[in-house]
Each structure stands twice: as structure tokens, then as C-alpha cells.
């Protein structure tokens, strides 16, 4: 299994941008597909991202297309998700999570790092 950590959530202003970074450790990390996910007070965790294991596939949730941007290194064990004209409903904790193959199911991915608190004020 890889174990995630998630960095680089604050608070920010409507219409600003942060770029939120994963980091794993082990060997495997380039063998997974790695995911985004949201969960905000009262709501059930939604998904935002995903990247392919080798970095050549994206695929995002409607609600961030266009303003979300995920990649990653598998040099560096690093993913990041760049978000720009953030807006107030992408007030929430974002969490990283890594399964075998893109997925956009929660249920799917098998290991899941602590979360980063984003919050967008107006």
C-alpha cells in the first residue's frame, strides 16, 4: 500500500487560487491512479480528480472542469491539484487517495491521507 499526506490547503478569497500537493511514500506510488476528493460540512465526500498512474490520463468532476488542474511526478512521489476561480462552494476538506485504476467511486480507492482544509471567503 502507499501512504498519502496532503499539504498546501489556507484560506483564500473568491476568485484566488491554491495548489494543493500529495506526497506518498513507498514503492509502489507510480502503480496507482491517485484521486481528489471534497467533503464538506453535512455533505457526503464527492470527487474532483483523477490522474492515471503514468500522468497521461485526467478525468474531472464537472463543478471544478475548467478551473481544477491535476498531475503528478512520479519521480518525486508527488501529486498536486492547481485550483484557480475558486469559488465559495469549493469551501471544503480535500483529501488525496490512491486506487489500481481511474476510478470516481470513494468505495474504490484503498488508501487515503488525512485531508487539507480549503476555505474560499468572499
Known amino acids: 500500500q502507499v501512504q498519502l499526506v496532503e499539504s498546501g490547503g489556507g484560506l483564500v478569497q473568491a476568485g484566488g487560487s491554491l495548489r494543493l500537493s500529495c506526497a506518498a511514500s513507498?514503492?509502489?506510488?507510480?502503480?496507482?491512479?491517485i484521486g481528489w476528493f471534497r467533503q464538506a460540512p453535512g455533505k457526503e465526500r464527492e470527487f474532483v480528480a483523477v490522474?492515471?498512474?503514468?500522468?497521461?490520463?485526467?478525468y474531472y468532476a464537472d463543478s471544478v472542469k475548467g478551473r481544477f488542474t491535476i498531475s503528478r511526478d512520479n519521480a518525486k512521489n508527488l501529486v498536486w491539484l492547481q485550483m484557480n476561480s475558486l469559488a465559495l462552494e469549493d469551501t471544503a476538506v480535500y483529501y488525496c487517495?490512491?486506487?489500481?485504476?481511474?476510478?470516481?467511486?470513494?468505495?474504490?480507492?484503498?488508501?487515503w491521507g488525512q485531508g487539507t482544509q480549503v476555505t474560499v471567503s468572499p
Open positions: 487517495a490512491a486506487a489500481r485504476r481511474i476510478n470516481v467511486k470513494p468505495a474504490s480507492y484503498e488508501s
Open positions: 513507498g514503492r509502489t506510488f507510480s502503480s496507482y491512479a
Open positions: 490522474v492515471s498512474w503514468s500522468g497521461g490520463s485526467t
